[in-house]
């Protein structure tokens, strides 16, 4: 069977493992057989060796980094899935970089058959989102920046959009990636970072600052202080971003002299967030559509993750394909 490892720095082989098989003293297992991926932010400092702020040693454990995934149950101890039913699952500790591997059933999700593979997997992401607005307010009638528009601020933007914000100013250094949040939703879009970043949202607002911030960025590139920034005295900071640890140069005290709330968002749950996601995508209240940009077989997973990590051609989502893909897709 098939496993992918780091091996050194920016460097993935696949290689030759042994069969999963379930523990006879531990029921609730399911054998989960991924048959499609997209790649994560979350996945690159396990590739780059810089993960929060310290450095990575290899070859990395087996099946290290991938967790966005759709795929078939294909064998079971527990009662919650059938052999043959196709989920959303999320391994452990990233590590779903295998053919097959076991899995609690619990950390699984029925897939929407109103979606295709593809925008199905995106309710894994999308749903760590949906985890994150449910700790903002009403946002009808209210103003917000999106700092940071990788693929976690695109969907930002959309499910903001959905919620009812009057404007939605999405903020990142690259063009290309602030003319495709107007695609999904932002009504003003800034391609600077700093002061210069201030200067123009304040534009959009009339000399204003927005009320809430949502940091997208994160880990090796945080962008706490540009979100402190950005915020209105008593303003409130989503801070989504992972940082990295421990985290240098963060200006605590400019948060703290504009009396700012911090909000923080980490692992959404797989009984309600995962399917309001799913039946969000499903329902068509947002498309994250424009968010797929490319698509690999495994066997070319190098370069997937090289064009990702370098922002190649566009790249957002990129698109990874599992053997087991085809053999679903004839039967």
């Known amino acids: 069977m098939i496993a992918g490892q780091f091996t050194e720095r920016r460097r993935i082989e696949l290689i030759q493992v042994e069969e999963p098989t379930l523990n006879s003293a531990e029921t609730g297992q399911i054998v989960f057989q991924p048959e499609m991926t997209c790649l994560c932010g979350s996945d690159l ?32 101890n527990g009662q919650k899935w059938k052999p043959g039913t196709r989920v959303l699952a999320v391994p452990v500790g990233q590590r779903g970089l295998y053919e097959r591997y076991v899995l609690s ?33 009403n946002m009808i009638g209210k103003d917000v920046v999106v700092l940071g528009l990788g693929p976690i601020g695109q969907m930002f933007v959309a499910g903001l959009r959905n919620m009812g914000a009057r404007r939605i100013i999405g903020v990142d250094p690259i063009p290309e990636r602030t003319q495709l949040a107007t695609r999904m939703g932002a009504t003003d879009v800034v391609s600077a970072v700093g002061s210069e ?33 950005l915020a209105r005295e008593f303003g409130t900071i989503l801070y989504f971003g992972v940082p990295p640890t421990p ?27 995962f399917p309001l996601a799913m039946q969000w995508l499903a329902e068509g209240r947002v498309d994250l559509s424009p968010l797929l940009t490319h698509r690999f077989p495994l066997s070319q997973i190098q370069e997937a993750f090289d064009m990702f990590r370098d922002r190649k051609d566009g790249a957002i989502k990129v698109l990874v394909e599992f053997p087991a893909l085809k053999t679903t897709a004839t039967t």
Do not use: C
Not at 121 to 132: D, E, H, I
């Open 197 to 229: 970043a201030e200067e123009a949202v304040r534009n959009v607002l009339g000399g204003q600052l927005p009320i809430f911030v949502i940091e997208a960025v994160g880990h090796q590139a945080q962008a706490f202080n540009d979100a402190t920034l």
């Open 247 to 273: 985290t240098d140069g963060i200006n605590l005290k400019a948060a703290m002299l504009k009396n700012l709330t911090i909000r923080t968002s980490l692992h959404p749950d797989f009984e309600n967030t």
């Open 45 to 76: 400092p396990f590739f780059d060796s810089d993960f929060e702020g310290h450095e990575i040693t290899y070859p990395q454990p087996t099946g290290m980094s991938l967790h966005e995934m759709v795929g078939t149950v294909v064998a079971t």
């Open 105 to 137: 059933e619990d950390r699984a999700v029925a897939l929407d058959d109103r979606l295709t593979d593809e925008l199905a997997l995106l309710a894994q992401p999308f749903g760590t989102v949906v985890w994150a607005l449910m700790k903002l307010p």
